[in-house]
Structure formats: C-alpha cells, structure tokens
C-alpha cells in the first residue's frame, strides 16, 4: 500500500482537495468553545491513529483541521518526546532571518519528501480556548513544525516553500538520505 493510501484510509485529506488550499476560517473566541473543543479533539484523534500506524523517527508529527476536512484555524503539533502544542488561529509573527533546509514530509502527500526552507526561531501569536492571546518563541525543530502547520491553516503547502527548481523526492528514495537514520532532526 502507498503512504498516500494509508494516511487516506487514516482520514487524512489528500493533495489536490480544495480545503487544503483555501485558508482556514478563524474562530470568535471564546464563543465558539464548543466548536474548538470538538476540532482539536477530532485532530488529536487521528494523530493518535496516525502514531499508531506509522513511526515519525523522532522528528514529530502535526496536523491541521483542514488535513481532515475541516476548514477552520486549528492545528495540534506534538514535538518528540514533549506535550501537545494546540494552536488556535495562530500567525507567525517575527521570525529569524537565518534559515535551515531539512526534508518535510507531509500526510496529505506522504509518497514524497521535499527540502524545504525554514527559520531557526519563529514568534506564534495564538489564541486561548477562552479567547486570550498568547506569544510563544519556538525554535529548530518545533518551528518547522509549527510553521509547517501555520502554512496549512493559510492554504499553503509545502511545495509552495520549496526553493525554485528543487523538487519532491519519493519517499523510497528518501529513505536512502542521512536525514531518514531514524534520529530527530540535528542543529548542533
């Protein structure tokens, strides 16, 4: 079976649905406390079957509401070895002019993998369930996660951060790289 065709049969969109490229709808916090309640639970439903299915080799693993069909602003990441982040109407705010290319995956187009560009530190507003806001520094990995999230929300791809003439590479071909060893992503 295909990776695309697992994540699929885990519920998760495929590339080419029309919801992974509108951006996402905004909640009114906290009015819509039910509504948030039910979203990220659903996300965190499919990741823990995700978890279950496939082993993300330490790198982490996020996921997006519209990723499930779902076309409103929320998006739970989990850092290896760390607590679940909830992100609710996030945006990144400032970010570090140094960038730092690794491989992403994607579950919407889990047959590739693409070098993709990021900052090594981003500033996230995003709101509470109760409707405050907060601001949080998140560097290396976990900013390429988020920010990887963030892209989702606003109908971005990864794709869509590549430099110009780099391409996907299958995910065979993928797992024959150094950045494939099973050990999370290094910065040092």
Not at 1 to 25: F, K, N
Not at 140 to 155: N, T, V
């Amino acid at each position: 079976m295909r990776p695309s065709q697992q994540m699929r049969d885990l519920g998760i969109v495929q590339y080419g649905a029309p919801v992974l490229r509108d951006p996402a709808h905004p909640f009114t916090l906290p009015d819509e406390r039910e509504t948030i309640d039910d979203v990220v639970g659903q996300l965190l439903h499919v990741m823990e079957r995700i978890r279950r299915a496939h082993d993300f080799y330490g790198k982490g693993l996020g996921l997006a509401a519209p990723q499930i069909g779902i076309g409103r602003s929320a998006a739970v990441v989990q850092p290896p070895e760390s607590a679940p982040i909830v992100l609710l109407n996030p945006r990144i705010t400032d970010s570090s002019e140094d960038r730092d290319e690794r491989y992403e995956g994607c579950l919407s187009f889990f047959d590739v993998r693409a070098q993709v560009p990021r900052p090594l530190w981003i500033t996230v507003e995003t709101m509470t369930a109760v409707g405050s806001t907060e601001k949080v520094v998140y560097e290396r990995g976990e900013a390429r996660l988020i920010a990887h999230e963030i892209d989702h929300l606003g109908g971005l791809l990864l794709m869509d951060r590549m430099r110009p003439g780099v391409r996907p590479v299958p995910v065979e071909e993928y797992r024959g790289t150094a950045e494939a060893t099973g050990r999370p992503w290094s910065y040092e």
